[in-house]
């Protein structure tokens, strides 16, 4: 079973740059849809950006044109780089990592602890 462990939060200023990671151990992380999601300060949690085991990626509009999402099978890690950040995209970001069967099934639902990253000036 996959684990995850993210990194890369921090303080930046407004317009800044952040690149989170998300790191995997364990097997089959090439065949796991995964996803940023974020929970904002006294909000509920949302989906910021996904890739699919295929690597088609899908963005919340709030995010898109600004966030890249990635993922680099050999190194089991997928990537967020956030571009002009603004203090809206304050959040504790969490990595959800999922594997389905071949009929959609869901097999394994993971997350991971969650990292914080912080707009301000």
């Known amino acids: 079973q996959v684990q995850l462990v993210e990194s890369g939060g921090g303080l930046v200023q407004p317009g800044g740059s952040l690149r989170l990671s998300c790191a995997a151990s364990?097997?089959?992380?090439?065949?796991?849809?995964v996803a940023w999601y974020r929970r904002p300060p006294g909000a509920e949690r949302e989906l910021v950006a996904a890739i699919r085991n295929d690597f088609i990626p899908t963005y919340a509009d709030s995010v898109n044109g600004r966030f890249t999402i990635s993922r680099d099978n050999a190194r089991n890690t997928v990537f967020l780089q956030m571009n002009s950040l603004n203090p809206e995209d304050s959040a504790v970001y969490y990595c959800?990592?999922?594997?389905?069967?071949?009929?959609?099934?869901?097999?394994?639902?993971?997350w991971g602890q969650g990292t914080q990253v912080t707009v301000s000036s």
């Open positions: 364990g097997k089959l992380f090439n065949h796991y849809d």
């Open positions: 959800n990592a999922v594997l389905k069967s071949a009929i959609g099934t869901m097999l394994y639902n993971l």
